[in-house]
Structures are given as structure tokens and as C-alpha cells.
């Protein structure tokens, strides 16, 4: 890789013209271990939940420079079945008690933040504190202010906060993001986001996410967020006004505390709108598509762990081949790269906490009957993904 | 046909479930002229444009129960052209200074007005007192003024005025409407819509669209009042509110006096919400989706004259296999049911003006800045097309 951060391999900025002529992309098969190299970090993932079981303790079979140190978990048997499923010794096995001693562990230089929402801000500042860096998933927290305390922390400890956008490491949200930078497209008029799922107040995981309090805010900091945020990625600006109508049945049972379906617009500077729908009242849906002057982009689905499908309508364009890579290990990775210098940190902290305040933003006008909010607060990509991320390189 | 208007053939309602589970509809191939009944009506085509050379002409060799009787246009060596290709005889055809002796010629007895917007309500009007049916292109006309006109003229007159809504009479429109008059897809969240192309001013049929005064609202009235219509009879319900933001480059010397891109919403009194965008300045589509609580129906295209698909994602369904038909002729054919008494009117003058008023109050929210408009003006279809219009019969 080179020192400035350009991984232009093969869909780097300028190859636009290769790539709607139908350039592949190909990555390592998903069924392989890959080796790992001499100076990989260590990684404690924090919370063993759906997320950690189905993706990312195996995503962590996949990477090249990060590998599993740690497990944090309050169920010291499932923490103990993981640990021996995946060659960790008992020893490297913390609980919620004695996370600080982290700080002592040496094989563990990233923790991963895989918890509920509202304990993110929390275990993040107390991982900085241990002199780690942090991999956050999203929602980065539940309140713009536990998201500016976790920025301050990482500061204080001169440590990187990563928060975990998978799609922003994703080789076909990167293809999408290219075509747009290269104005492959024409000129954006329209980013449509379609993200909901279905949630039962009997699954655990489900349960913390349909409180207000935990969750900080349902089905938007769930779903919605990949909708907010693909739609700043895929146009590379940030709005300037949002608005939003919710509508719930307060009568069902999961609906106490948060609003089910949220549909939202914002206005950008370059004269695009970008609107989306999210709910926990319907099929498992992440797709998007994006309304060009001479082509139309449909990404359906387009945010899937697996399964995407890129679709160019109009214009003389071909729909690339874009092979999936394990997205997570693809994170993980750069992660890992960040820590060691040799990547640029793409999703900070900062890119975390302009969601959080995009979608609070939403919510006040939610209770203000869907008046437009204004939303421009000065915050700037440092790093826009499309110029510094790579694909894999061809195998 | 049964008296009762029951036209329930393949599709009708009450069989969701068989439809469901995977459903034939076919209808006769589009290529092969149709013999006419014996009690056959003559139809008028009044304008030679794109629509009526490349849609209404060879759809009128298809009618079973109508056929071209005259034809009415300005440029006598058009349509001296089309009358020798489709066989009509020289002195049916008429001009725009003769067009009231139609009320002489007992040979038509429906006018079908495909004039630019701004000419409907005068040559509708005219057609009325002449004696004659009229079926009417959409938008019905410019203002809701000229819509109240129109409709008073037809109660006058004693005769029917239909507004050219093809997509209500149209097999792929007509199984999503009964889809989720079934609740097949579950409670509806969300009606997406998508449609627009590109124009040029250097193209006639678009120059007088890209004028205020004779086409009523440019993107909106020619591409945008297929979402409107859709979002209304996919939910089978009328808007409460809407509201829109419009986008348009007024540089752009198509756009002196229209607006561009309009994104609107509508809330419905079920709770789903309503939302689309229309721009003369973007790739040819005609898209919809509507999210239900189980599943998602996708149909992109879902409004072209062919190629449309009809998708379902999630939920235990099988997307049904349709065949296309000449829409065209369909609609023609209803028209002449309905002159003959056998078939209810589905898309009376009211329809029309429904979308008139919607448009309108759009126009109005952009002017506020996206204001919300109320919209309840107490309209409701007379007659639901999911509950009376059939698909053909299996050939």
C-alpha cells in the first residue's frame, strides 16, 4: 500500500470509464482462513451477541492484520464455547467486572464495542481509558452529548475511535460512491432509502432496541441510520435541512417508547434530496437507489451482511461485477490498518455523531408535526471513502 | 359479462390466495388484430401525436368493441396517411375548424381527446355537446376550474366522460391493487413511487410540456400523476395532507416556466404514507413499490405501455406471472362497456380531478416551502378498479 493512503487498486477515482465498461471485482472466497501477517493486532470483541456470534468471530478468521486477543461477556460459558471454538485460551476471556484490567493486557490493542446502544459511550471511554483503540458499532450512542464525550476521550487518550460502517468498506457501496464521485450517474437528483425489518419484543437483542432509553430511538438508529448514511456517502455532502413524519401503533405492544416507522427528506447543498422510510414493522429491507440525470443506480438489496445486487438503468452504462468479500473482516481490517498508520481513519467519531445528530434532528421534527429542520452545522467528511478506499485486489 | 358489473374472471376479488400462489393471467398476443363485435362503436382520435400513432392506432386493430371511426387533426396529409393505413375512408376525417359537424356523424360515438393539457377542456366540451362520449387523456386539463367544466358539461349533455387512466385497467396495476385490497402484503406502510424522463424542447410533443400555460406543471402533470394516481389506488384511499419540495435549475432554458424534480408526500387517514418524485430531467421510469408489513412489492418498471415486473420480496408469496396486454385497447374497450351500459365507469371526470387538485396543492406546498396542504376535499372513488375490472381471460 502506499504511504498517501491511495488504495486505488482496482476501482480507484479515475477509473470510472473502466468501470462502467464492466470491470470485476474479486475478492477472496468467504469460506477461507486467511493467514495472518507478522504484525497483526490483537482485537477483543466486547459483548457476544448475534453480531459477534454470526459475523464477526468468523469474520476474524478472514482478516490479515487483526485477529481475536479478547472476549468480553457476561456469560462466562458462552464466552468459554467461543473461546475454545475459535482457539482462545480461558485466560483472555474479561466479564463486565474486570474489563479495566484490559489495560494490562498487552495482546489487546483494539476493543470492539459490540454491546447495546446504550452502553457504547460507557465501555468505549473506559476501553480509551485502558489505553486501547476502539472499533464502535452503530449507532455510535444514544445522545450527541455521550458521542462528544467519546470523542473527548479519544483525544485525552490519544487513541483512534472507529465507528463500525461496515457499507463505507463495502465493495458495492464503494462501486456506488465511484460512480457518483466520477458523475458516472449525471448530475444526483434523488437518494431513496428503503431500511426496516421485522422485531419481536420476545427476542432478547430485539428487546434493547425497542426501548427509547436503550436504543435511542427504534427503528431509525437500527435501520435508519444505513439510509442517513448511505445517502451522505452516495452524494458526499452533508444536508442542510431534514424533516420527518413517524407512524406508530402506540397500541402494539413494541411501540411504547419508540416510533416504528419514520419517513424523512433532506435537502443538500448541491440541490439532491434524499429521503427514506425505516420500520420494525416490516420485511427485512436495505436497498436504495439513486435517481441520476442520465442513469438510475438500484442498489436492492444493497446493505445486506451478503447477497447484494447493483442494478444501472438508463445511460450507456454496464452494471459492474462486484464479487462480495466478508464485509466485516474488511473493517476489521482497516481497522487495523488505522492503528498501524498506514490507513487514514475514514468513519471517526465525529461521522458517528453526525447521524446521531441527523436522526435526533429527525425525531424534534417528528414531535413538531414534520417541520423542517435545519442541519448544517459545519461538520465535514475528513475522508471521503470512495478517494481512499480500496476493493480487494483481484486474486 | 355479468349484469352486475362483476367482471371477475381470472383475478377477482376473493381469490388473494390462489393468486398468491403463483396465478396465470394471460390475454391474447398483442400482434393479432381482433374482430369486432357486431355492436362495435366508432371512436374519434382527436390529435395525431406520438400517443396516437404509436399506441391508439394499432391499439384500435386490437379493440373487440370499439373501432377508429374518424380522425381529427390539422395536418389533412397526416391524416390522410393513417386513414389509408387503417382504412378509413377520406370524409372521416376532420379538422379543428369542422370538428363540431361530428355531432352529425352518427358513425362516432365516442371522442377520445389526445390533445396537449390545455386543449382537453375545450375539445371535451365541444365533443359533449356534440352528443358525443368522451374518453380523455390525462391530466383531464390545466386548472380545476376547466376539470369542474368539463364534468358539469358531461351531466349536461347526458353523456359519459372517462379520463384515460390506463394503468386502472392494466393486468400487472390491477394484481398489485388486489394484492393489498387482499391485505396479501400485510398492513401498508409505504407507496414509493419514481417516474420521469428526460425532454427536449427541440421535441414538439415536449416543448408545449415544458410550458406552464399548456401543460398545467410540467414533470408533475405528464410523469407525476402516475405516482399520484398509483399511491391512491394501490391504497385505495385518499391523501389527508401532501406536501412537496421542488428542484429545478431555472438556467436550464426547458425550465422558464415549469418546475423540474418535485418530491412530495402524502399522508393517508390508514397510516401510510404516500411519497414520490417526478423530473423531466432523469432516465425513462415508472416505478413503484409499496411496503407492507410482510411484504414488499417492487414493480419497476410498473406503468410503461410494456415490460413491466411485478416483484415480491418477503412473506410467503409467489410473485404471479403476468401477461402483457394492449392497454390501449383494454381501455378502449372499457369505454365502450361503459357506453353501452355494461360496464361501471372506474375513471370518471371526478378521478381526474382528484389528481388536479393533489397536483395543485403540491404546486402550492412548493410555493411555501413545502408546507403541508390539506387535502380532504371529501372525494371518493365511485368505483374501485381492483373490484370491478378483469384481467382477459385465459386464451
Redesign the interface.
Known sequence: MSGDFSRRTVLGIGTGAALAAGAMVRAAPLQQPVKKRSDSLGIALVGIGLLTEGQLLPGLTRTKGVHLAALVSGHPEKAQRYADQYGLPHRQIYNYDNYDRLADDPSVQIVYIVLPNFMHAEYTIRALKAGKHVLCEKPMAVTVHECEQMIAAAKTAKRHLMIAYRCQYEPLNLTAMRLMREQALG?P??V?T?M?RQTSLQIPSDAWRLDMAKSGGGALADMGIYGINAARYLLNEEPVEV?A?A?T?HDDPRFKTVED?I?W?M?FPS???G?G?T?F?????MAY?V??????L?A?PGCFYNGNKLSL???NLTTPHITEIDQFAREMDWMGDVVRGTAPMVSPGEEGMQDMRLMHAMLESVAK??A?IATDWGYRRAVDPAAVVDVPAIT
Open positions: 448530475r437528483r434523488i431513496h428503503d426496516g424533516r413524519w407512524r401503533d416507522l419517513n427528506q435537502r440541490g439532491a434530496i429521503e422510510s420500520s414493522s416490516q420485511p427485512g429491507t437507489q435517481v441520476g440525470e442520465t442513469t438510475r438500484v436492492d438503468i438508463g445511460g408535526d414534520g423542517t
